[in-house]
């Protein structure tokens, strides 16, 4: 999939309460109870009909009784292909589609003091790939992939499905989305991340690692075009030069636009740092330039287009000069400011 878009959205969002009375995105079903702030089931099923043909279904939920083995928790139904979420346990769930693969290491009762409600997302493209996210984690502490994939199984009809007929199971939120099968990456639960760190930051990457321009496409790996998380040294050190870091390093409303607050204008500061590295300082700092050149060029004519709701104002480039003996690499900064005029009426 790709960055959900403004347009592309949560539908549905319950946070606890009766799934059947929400004001968007309403579910069908009965039987379920309120328990707090939680929408308990002990034998209920909610479903919705969809219209298009991929979806995202996104649960916080735990167990106060465990549901039976095989027990569907959560399900998706494109009309060819369908998977589904079923319970193995206290500490596990499989994911069910043509195939059974299945998540360990999870506690769904609480049992441990430091436990807090898992979180399961399960998508499923119009293709009929099937992706089960837990705790909204795509790469574990290693780096290594920490969500699980299967083909659907031949599917009957269109359907979005959670609850339980077993076991006693609180269910914390559940959010719908059926314009897309998106990763947490893609589309996050809060929509002020999704439009800051989603919509703004990770879509620069997105834009830098798609760029037909010359530097962007020979010199600098895909994986080379990344959002700078963590560049304390030992992380630095493990990649090789020529690399681009992308860092949201501020942002801020000054005043809202209308009364009510139902739109605002956001300024961001995005940060790009460009590194290259030559035993020849001189050649490192002419590829720097290059590249950040292209960077710049690549956002300028492709970002901020929108006179009335999106724009690029201004920036500033920092550019590295060598003052050690032993310096070969080169470091340019460009720093765009960005404003953008956002709709606060969907949260």
């Not at 700078?228 to 801020?252: A, C, F, Q, W």
Request: with cysteine.
């Amino acid at each position: 999939m790709a960055i959900a878009t403004t347009s592309q959205y949560w539908a549905s969002r319950m946070s606890g309460t009766d799934p059947t009375g929400i004001t968007d995105g309403a579910w069908s079903g009965s039987s379920g109870s309120a328990s707090g702030d939680y929408w308990v089931t002990t034998n209920s099923t909610y479903t919705q009909i969809p219209t298009t043909s991929a979806y995202t279904l996104l649960c916080g939920f735990q167990y106060t009784i465990a549901p039976d083995v095989d027990e569907i928790l959560m399900k998706l139904d494109n009309g060819t292909h369908t998977a589904s979420v079923k319970a193995n346990g206290n500490a596990s769930v499989k994911l069910v589609g043509a195939t059974t693969v299945t998540f360990s290491n999870m506690d769904f009762g609480l049992t441990d003091d430091t436990s807090v409600v898992p979180t399961l997302r399960l998508t499923l493209d119009a293709s009929g790939t099937a992706k089960l996210y837990r705790d909204e984690i795509i790469n574990d502490d290693e780096g290594e992939q920490d969500y699980i994939s299967v083909t659907g199984a031949s599917g009957s009809s269109k359907l979005a499905q959670f609850g339980t007929t077993s076991g006693s199971v609180k269910w914390a939120s559940v959010y719908l989305s059926n314009h897309g099968a998106f990763a947490p990456n893609e589309l996050m639960r809060s929509d002020f991340a999704q439009d800051t760190h989603i919509r703004m930051a990770l879509s620069i990457v997105q834009q830098l690692q798609n760029s037909t321009r010359f530097y962007l496409k020979t010199q600098v790996p895909s994986l080379s075009i990344i959002y700078g998380y963590d560049l304390s040294s030992d992380t630095l050190n493990k990649l090789t030069p020529p690399m681009i870091h992308v860092i949201m390093s501020r942002l801020e409303s000054p005043e809202f636009n209308t009364l009510g607050g139902s739109t605002i204008e956001q300024n961001y500061g995005v940060d790009i740092y460009v590194t290259t590295r030559a035993i020849n300082y001189e050649n490192a700092h002419l590829l720097c330039m290059n590249i950040m050149g292209e960077v710049f060029d690549e956002l300028y004519t492709n970002t901020g287009l929108s006179g009335t709701t999106d724009s690029l104002e201004a920036y500033i480039a920092e550019l590295d000069y060598k003052t050690d003996n032993d310096d070969i690499v080169c470091t340019h900064r460009l720093t765009l400011t960005y404003r953008r005029r956002i709709k606060m009426t969907r949260r």
